[in-house]
């Protein structure tokens, strides 16, 4: 076929930028499955025995499976520009090698890939790839920090601080000089106010001599093993290894090495909702050309003050008895687990009462779903190999220090707070 490592992915590689545009956007999460197609068509055409260079037939064959897929799904993927970039790199491709629409469909032979030494590890790769040696080859190993998200959904910043956010919507967990992530968060049921992550993009800029732009997107029951544009790697630069994904449990768990700048980021699908882990140097974390005049970046600022939820006060109102209810109308919660139940299936998996724990307890009493244990699991697990200060890896700390005025808000007297009513957590509407 005429793709090799390059010729694909020259029309594909229009496909990062229209993802950039794509991750703005806060809708919903679509019943459009454009990543199936893509990570089928890479599978098709760059898996072990993938078709010759000179194999025009058997990659038109790819192409027009890849085309009848798209097709298959346009109905729902109306508006989704991912789709449309799709659509456009499957007509250049077919126009660069000749292809008719018309003929087989089936999926072609796999090849091998290039092994990994052959153009990827190699011992004469630029040393501006290899953060440790460029960044820090005067001084002492660099000081590594950790952020996580998961759950309804709980943030622990890079600087130690544990939140629980509403932040409904698309919202920036990671903005510097050398890569965006945004993630968007959707409700649980129609009516909770309880919200998880639904859908995540991660934006690799163009870096030197070692990285193209790349873009990595999940989103529920889409855990792609590979970038937009197909690739598992930073491109064709000298450098390209230094960016690296690999798939470590098939459609739960994915690992993002960017050597470059010293990052490693974790993804994982636990129950129908993703997680996120970094771990980030504090050198890249601050490379932001203007933090003063910042805007948003939650891993680094963490959540507004009218986005955080005082969960440990939920908590305490959850531990007392049930009052009568207000004359206002509650709104709707989801079917919820007993406290004392939470307490026990958190327990199972979370032995040490941290933030974590009551994390669990919180997302399990406000979303009824037992899946957001194993988040707080592996949560904790993912900080505990990527937090440099094993020290700092439980924390007991309150999730936020409330105003006079709304930590009364918040004592048991106040009428407003009802079991299993999350929204009067979120009394506060001090702008950030």
């Given amino acids: 076929m005429g793709m090799g490592r390059g010729a694909g992915r020259s029309a594909l590689g229009l496909w990062p930028t229209l993802a950039f545009l794509l991750c703005s956007f806060p809708a919903a999460v679509s019943p459009c499955k454009i990543l199936k197609c893509n990570s089928e068509f890479w599978s098709a055409t760059s898996g072990s025995h993938a078709p010759a260079s000179d194999d025009v037939p058997e990659f038109c064959a790819a192409l027009r499976t890849y085309a009848l897929c798209t097709r298959r799904t346009a109905r729902t993927c109306r508006g989704d520009l991912a789709y449309h970039s799709a659509v456009h790199g499957?007509?250049?491709?077919?126009?660069?090698?000749?292809?008719?629409?018309?003929?087989?469909?089936?999926?072609?032979?796999?090849?091998?890939?290039?092994?990994?030494?052959?153009?990827?590890?190699?011992?004469?790769?630029?040393?501006?790839?290899?953060?440790?040696?460029?960044?820090?080859?005067?001084s002492a190993a660099p000081n590594y920090t950790h952020c996580g998200l998961f759950g309804d959904p709980h943030l622990r910043t890079f600087t130690d601080h544990f939140q629980t956010c509403k932040v409904q919507g698309a919202w920036p967990l990671i903005d510097n000089n050398y890569l965006n992530v945004q993630v968007t968060?959707?409700?649980?049921?129609?009516?909770?106010?309880?919200?998880?992550?639904s859908k995540l993009t991660i934006i690799f800029k163009n870096f030197q001599e070692c990285v193209d732009q790349k873009v990595y997107q999940a989103e529920m029951d889409e855990l792609p093993s590979a970038f937009a544009d197909g690739s598992k790697n930073g491109g064709d630069k000298h450098g390209a290894n230094s960016l690296k994904i690999t798939e470590k449990v098939s459609g739960q768990h994915v690992e993002i090495q960017a050597k470059y700048i010293g990052t490693t980021i974790v993804v994982r699908q636990v129950g129908r909702y993703l997680t996120f882990a970094v771990r980030m140097p504090e050198e890249v974390v601050n490379a932001v050309e203007d933090r003063d005049n910042q805007g948003l970046y939650l891993c680094l600022r963490g959540c507004p003050l009218n986005q955080q939820i005082d969960f440990q006060a939920f908590r305490a109102n959850a531990e007392s008895p049930r009052r009568p209810a207000a004359a206002s109308p509650?709104?709707?919660?989801?079917?919820?687990?007993?406290?004392?139940?939470?307490?026990?299936?958190?327990?199972?998996?979370?032995?040490?009462?941290?933030?974590?724990?009551?994390?669990?307890?919180?997302?399990?009493?406000?979303?009824?779903?037992?899946?957001?244990?194993?988040?707080?699991?592996?949560?904790?697990?993912?900080?505990?190999?990527?937090?440099s200060n094993k020290d700092k890896l439980h924390l007991f700390e309150r999730t936020r220090e409330l105003p006079g005025a709304v930590a009364a808000a918040a004592s048991p007297l106040a009428p407003q707070m009802l079991l299993g009513t999350i929204t009067l957590l979120a009394l506060m509407s001090v702008s950030w």
């Fill in 185 to 197: 968060n959707t409700p649980v049921l129609p009516g909770s106010a309880a919200t998880a992550t």
């Fill in 330 to 387: 509650s709104p709707v919660v989801p079917e919820t687990f007993p406290y004392e139940t939470a307490v026990a299936k958190c327990k199972e998996k979370l032995p040490v009462e941290d933030l974590y724990y009551q994390a669990c307890v919180f997302d399990l009493l406000t979303t009824g779903d037992v899946n957001f244990t194993l988040a707080a699991y592996y949560a904790l697990e993912d900080g505990r190999m990527l937090h």
């Fill in 90 to 138: 499957i007509e250049d491709l077919m126009s660069q090698h000749n292809c008719s629409k018309d003929g087989p469909t089936s999926q072609p032979r796999l090849r091998t890939l290039p092994p990994a030494g052959d153009s990827q590890e190699r011992s004469d790769s630029p040393e501006i790839c290899h953060y440790e040696k460029s960044f820090h080859k005067h």
